[in-house]
């Protein structure tokens, strides 16, 4: 996983618990190097996943809990990021429809080793869209955070309807739909 993925994640979590809460999910998370993370380098998965287990320990919210909020906040910092390809759609039927051909195409050749899911368009037109999301890591609750950040930038709060629909028992795949209401 990307360490763009680990440092706005600790970011997260010092904005909205502490710097003190940062060094306790380290700490917890028994992490082979000490948790030193840099957004250009490339960390195994399974540390994730120790540093979400440790913040819901301490915190007593559920694991999808708070990767949904991470995904939303997520966005917010992709925006910072890399504005140019959220500025080159007009709303959030349009981003998702673009995200495997497009925007996470454009980020494999920045990021060669980046761990990205797959999302198969099967149907889209301006009212509604169906995509399939596929991943080994599980991380529909992140593309749920994502999408709903992409909602609030597109001010489409409240007149866009997403439903989600899990094709698999263990996570690797979920329909989304986002209709207009
Ligand atoms: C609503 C739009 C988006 C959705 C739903 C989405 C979904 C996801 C998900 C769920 C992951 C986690 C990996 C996995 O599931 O296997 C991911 C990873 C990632 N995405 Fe996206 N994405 C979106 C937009 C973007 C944008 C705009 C960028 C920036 C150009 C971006 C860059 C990345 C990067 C750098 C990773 C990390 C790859 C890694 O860890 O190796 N995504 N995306």
Redo the contacts with the bound molecule.
């Keep these: 996983?990307?360490g763009?993925?680990f440092t706005e994640f600790l970011g997260l979590v010092e904005q909205q618990f502490s710097a003190d809460m940062v060094d306790d999910i380290i700490d917890d998370a028994q992490l082979p190097h000490g948790g030193a993370y840099t957004a250009v380098g490339?960390y195994p998965f399974p540390e994730m996943v120790a540093l979400i287990v440790a913040l819901s320990r301490r915190t007593g919210l559920a694991v999808p809990v708070l990767i949904h909020a991470f995904g939303q906040h997520l966005?917010g910092r992709?925006f910072v990021l890399?504005p140019a390809?959220?500025n080159a759609c007009d709303s959030t039927i349009g981003?998702?429809s673009h995200?495997e051909q497009v925007?996470?195409t454009?980020?494999r050749k920045l990021?060669p080793?980046?761990?990205?899911?797959s999302?198969d368009v099967e149907s889209h037109t301006a009212q509604r869209l169906s995509v399939v999301?596929r991943?080994p890591?599980c991380?529909a609750d992140?593309?749920v955070g994502?999408?709903d950040g992409?909602i609030v930038h597109y001010g489409e709060q409240g007149h866009l309807q997403l439903t989600r629909e899990a094709l698999d028992a263990e996570g690797t795949a979920v329909r989304f739909i986002l209709e207009k209401t």
Excluded: G, N, W
């Design positions: 996983m990307k763009v993925v490339t966005f992709f890399y390809f959220i981003l998702v995200i925007i996470h454009e980020v990021y080793d980046a761990e990205l899911p999302f999301y991943s890591r991380l992140l593309a994502l999408i992409a």
